[in-house]
């Protein structure tokens, strides 16, 4: 390994940009590299199901060009260059037939959509939306249509089915659950963010999946498992997503359900480190930006010289239904306890109680949103 090889960040979203700019904050003058497979621009990721609401087209989600961000960064950015292996014993990132040395390693390369191979000859219709490029592609075939169907019903299929009302498209939902963002929120928050959604117009095919995508003049054919047929224009998938391991798992770091790192963000490799959509931090994979943000202002201190182990507070998340405004904070998975349930229409509380009365999280919505920080703060932390 070179002294003088720099700190390299695998991903220019929100983790790889915000751990950067941490790292800038206290240090101007270690080199770094900054390595993404995609154009390179900084962008809010939440924002791409907010760009009917906002009334903003794809390139007007972006932020600041790749150029603009090397610079106020002081770095150097490789656009369009793929991560084809890690060799942790050389110090040294594969791309392609290249190597680049790295003194400290950063993988903050996001999670996956999860693909469905549903038959047909659709597939040009089914558009997945993981990022700025996706999503500008799907804007792009979006141009003088009206129907979308979506494939799941978790937070994103549901963001989107309030984003594209909003932008006067007509929207099918299509999801084998009987709930909306099952695992994310309790039946009766799901029940009240249903009805908003179903007063807006949007049309739910619950308990069903899509079993063949069939293409039609200029859209889909869509036949679910219960019989029913839909004809749209445009299909997006959005059935989940699944942290990035493959080539952290080729190069013999520990993985999990996310890559493993401890609270310092350190994999079981020496010098290399993960955060973000990719990382399983101390046990938690959380595809959330808040724990992601705890993260780059820890390692950034780690990297400059000060090894430094990140807190996990109370991690509530807004999901952005502006028909129906929900706020969850889900209580840990193996937390034992009942939920309390006060439900008027869409005004819901509930709040998940221990038995010695303790709240260990909550969902909020329509007039109870409100409540979010004032219940947040009686969350215990996920860190002590
Ligand atoms: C529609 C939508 C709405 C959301 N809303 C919210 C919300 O309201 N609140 C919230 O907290 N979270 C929300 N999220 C989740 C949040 O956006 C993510 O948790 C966060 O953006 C993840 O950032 P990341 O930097 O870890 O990963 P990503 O943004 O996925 O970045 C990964 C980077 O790695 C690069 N990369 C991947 N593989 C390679 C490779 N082999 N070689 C080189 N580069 C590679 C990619 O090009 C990219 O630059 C939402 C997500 C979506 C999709």
Known sequence: MSTEAPIVIVGTGLSGYTLAKEIRKQDQETPIVMVTADDGSSYSKPMLSTGFTKGKEADELAQASPDAMAGQLNLELRTYTSVTGIDPDAHELVLGDERLAYSKLVLAWGADVIRLSIPGDGQEHVFPINDLMDYRAFRKALQGKKRVAIMGAGLIGCEFANDLRNGGYDVDVIAPSNTLMPGLLPP???????????????????????????????????????????????????????????????????????????????????????????????????????????????????????????????????????????????????????WEVDAEGQDVRALFRSGSGEILGFAVTGRYAVEKQALSKEVPPIHN
């Open 188 to 338: 009766a928050a799901a029940e009240a963010v249903r009805s908003g959604l179903e007063g807006l117009g949007v049309r739910f095919h619950l308990e069903t999946v899509v079993e063949h995508v069939a293409a039609r003049e200029n859209g889909a054919s869509l036949t679910l498992a219960n019989g029913e047929h839909l004809d749209t224009d445009l299909v997006i998938s959005a059935v989940g997503l699944r942290p990035r391991t493959e080539l952290a798992a080729a190069a013999g770091l520990e993985i999990n359900r996310g890559i493993v790192v401890n609270r310092a963000l350190e994999t079981s490799a020496p010098d290399i480190y993960a955060l973000g959509d990719c990382a399983e931090v101390d046990g938690h994979v959380m595809l959330y930006v808040l724990p992601l943000m705890a993260c780059a202002r820890a390692l950034a201190k780690t990297l400059s010289g000060e090894r430094t182990e990140v807190k996990y507070g109370t991690m509530p998340v807004m999901v952005k239904t502006p028909c129906c405004q929900t706020a969850v904070c889900p209580p840990p998975p193996d937390a034992s306890g009942t």
